[in-house]
């Protein structure tokens, strides 16, 4: 029912879209399959909940409705901090376009360059407008169904604060704005794919991703601690020449403008352009663009190809010499089986998409945490914490214990993968302790994610606080690798990137979270407590070098029989 009120919705232009050399019966086809396809598709809301019968999606967008409703009752904010109207819709629509963005970007794989279509559609005898045209229409239907929750906050609050005929203007005014930044976003990818080879067009939309995700983060998390309550009530968006060029503003001046039916040439030029841009967008993308869309996305879908040969080379080309990662797992892991899984981790960490976006973020979120750190400590100075005893032990194992999050994050990922099936190498290959592999796996992690930042931290501290901390430091490590192995000890029942995530078992997500979070919290109240013992902080850390070694050496001799696939 909603699949045939948006198709129907989108189609109402038909005979515009005929002008414009797009068929519309192909166009109407296209969208009812695709939008079908979107229907069985699980989202990442809904296959966190699936079990292991793989039941079907019947419903697979609420999960993602439910959390942009909740997510909008952020944007209403401005209407309670300030009184002038052209300040509140700015702000509100800045927050929406800037998050209308990084949901674009976010759903790139599956939505808006969607390579399939190139061996499903592109066979048929379908123009590169209607196939461009139904591209853009499923990504605005698809973004529809997560603006309008996301929106929902703010019509609410518009009618009850500014009467009914003022939210039904904001929702008039609103597909402008949403146009324009889908069209926005989409002309951004073109032009980057005609300028870059699609390897390096794929490899910078993830980091892209990964950058979103934690600015969004620490916007919400740390310019509210930045700004003064008072100084936000007397804020007002000046008139002045460089706010024309600021979309937010075209949107603001437009509803003003419309509402009280008066503005200046300025606000009514600004307004204008809030119409006119989402316009132009449309007709630059279809005439200019078009051609040479197909071409582009043909060559992204065959560029893994190349990116295999092209590392394969690369490998090749550096046999005569001996890598970090050589070096590393040679002097920390046995031959055979564990250096193989070693290096196999380390590799696979670096290269594959999937693990990079669910790990990396996390050194972004670690940065906003040291910042906020930072800015709720209003008369902070390092003298201060160099002469107090107890802000430099906070300091210290914070400093410690919270790089141990990435590590445990690190270890969690990979477990699965997107591309579960190629594990099939560790049933056919003679490993007779897979123990072995995750032991290497363990290792390659615990070199990779946790020791050069915690190295690096504790060098730069020890200047700082004194040699005395040495030992604190020592002990430290250790227990972070002890975490580290006991957790995998405890949870870890998969060869590494051989699990798809649908395999998971209903609650060990929530389970392995509570175990993440306990178990470096717990030890580092301990540490805290025995900080300055100095004897017994030494003794602490030789008890856990030993727990480090048997808990090891227990997961490097694991057996087939504690392992569970998702080929069972």
């Not at 005898?125 to 853009?136: A, E």
């Not at 990979?414 to 003679?430: E, H, L, N, Q």
Request: aromatic share 14%; hydrophobic share 50%.
């Amino acid at each position: 029912m909603i699949n045939k009120f948006f198709i129907g919705l989108v189609m109402l232009p038909s005979s515009i879209y005929t002008k414009m050399g797009v068929d519309v019966n192909h166009l109407r086809a296209i969208l009812q399959v695709k939008l079908l396809m979107d229907d069985r598709r699980p989202n990442a809301f809904k296959q966190t909940k699936q079990d292991s019968k793989k039941k079907a999606v019947n419903s697979a967008t609420i999960g993602s409705m439910v959390a942009m409703s909740v997510l909008g009752l952020m944007f209403i904010v401005p209407f309670y901090i300030t009184s002038n109207t052209t300040t509140q819709f700015t702000l509100y629509f800045s927050m929406f376009i800037f998050f209308l963005a990084a949901t674009l970007i976010s759903d790139f794989t599956s939505v808006l360059i969607d390579v399939r279509d190139n061996q499903i559609i592109l066979p048929k005898p379908i123009s590169d407008k209607t196939f461009l045209f139904s591209r853009l229409l499923h990504i605005l239907i698809h973004i529809s169904k997560l603006v309008i929750p996301l929106n929902l906050a703010g019509i609410i609050t518009i009618g009850i604060t500014k009467g009914i005929g003022a939210a039904f203007l904001f929702v008039g005014i609103l597909p402008f704005a949403i146009v324009f930044t889908i069209f926005l976003i989409n002309a951004l990818y073109l032009v980057i794919l005609k300028v870059t080879t699609p390897e390096k067009f794929k490899s910078a939309i993830t980091y892209f991703q990964i950058i979103f995700a934690v600015l969004i983060y620490g916007s919400y998390q740390i310019i509210p601690r930045m700004i003064d309550e008072t100084t936000l009530e007397n804020f007002v968006i000046p008139e002045n020449g460089w706010m024309i060029v600021a979309p937010p503003y075209w949107f603001a001046t437009a509803w003003s403008s419309l509402f009280h039916l008066k503005g200046s040439w300025y606000q009514i030029s600004s307004a204008s352009l809030a119409v006119v841009m989402p316009v132009i967008s449309v007709w630059l993308i279809i005439k200019y663009f078009a051609p040479s869309f197909n071409r582009k996305l043909a060559m992204i879908s065959g560029s893994d190809q190349s990116e295999y040969k092209t590392a394969t080379s690369i490998e090749g080309s550096k046999l005569s010499k001996t890598t970090l990662k050589e070096k590393l797992s040679a002097i920390f892991t046995k031959s055979g089986a564990e250096r193989m899984g070693f290096e196999f981790t380390w590799m696979m960490t670096g290269r594959s998409r999937d693990f990079k976006i669910k790990t990396y973020p996390f050194f972004g979120y670690l940065a906003v945490y040291l910042v906020m750190f930072f800015i709720q400590k209003k008369n902070f100075s390092f003298d201060s914490i160099r002469n107090n005893e107890t802000s430099a032990k906070i300091l210290l194992l914070i400093a410690i214990y919270m790089i141990g999050i990435l590590l445990m994050q690190a270890i969690t990922n990979i477990r699965v993968s997107d591309k579960f099936k190629a594990g099939w190498i560790f049933f056919t290959t003679p490993i007779k302790q897979p123990g072995n592999v995750i032991s290497g796996a363990t290792k390659a992690l615990i070199f990779k994610f946790y020791l050069p930042f915690a190295l690096t931290v504790s060098c730069a501290l020890i200047p700082f606080l004194g040699w005395q901390i040495l030992p604190n430091i020592i002990l430290g490590l250790c227990n972070q690798l002890c975490i580290a192995f006991l957790m995998v000890y405890i949870s870890v029942r998969d060869l590494p990137f051989a699990n798809a995530e649908i395999g998971k078992v209903k609650g060990s997500n929530f389970a392995k979270s509570m175990l993440m979070l306990i178990l470096p919290f717990g030890m580092g109240g301990v540490h805290y407590m025995i900080y300055s013992f100095t004897a017994v902080v030494i003794i602490l850390a030789i008890l856990a070098v030993i727990a480090v070694w048997l808990i090891s050496s227990s997961v490097y001799n694991r057996g087939w029989e504690m392992i569970k696939t998702t080929y069972e």
